[in-house]
């Protein structure tokens, strides 16, 4: 099924950055706005090929993400999933 992370395959997604949630396809126009949601960052957590859960980074203020805080999440959940995985 299509989700915001398409179809790739969960053995390797990678982190998605939202700069502007009210027009993303994925996400429901206005579905963040009541919050005061201008811009998000989402990364998969996954083990053994099959995606557990998601870490994501909202911003409330205006100007959105830059692809170092993209990189930065997509790190962080890499290495919390190898942790994860270590148990």
């Not at 005061?36 to 409330?60: D, E, H, N, Q």
């Amino acid at each position: 099924s299509d989700s915001v992370f398409g179809t790739a395959p969960a053995s390797d997604p990678s982190a998605l950055m939202i700069n502007d949630p009210s027009s993303h396809p994925a996400l429901r126009p206005n579905l963040l706005a009541p919050f005061g949601v201008t811009a998000l960052l989402i990364a998969p957590l996954v083990l053994r090929g099959r995606i557990l859960g998601f870490i994501v980074a909202v911003r409330r203020s205006p100007g959105g993400f830059d692809e170092n805080h993209l990189q930065l999440l997509d790190s962080i959940s890499r290495q919390l999933s190898i942790a994860v995985e270590a148990e």
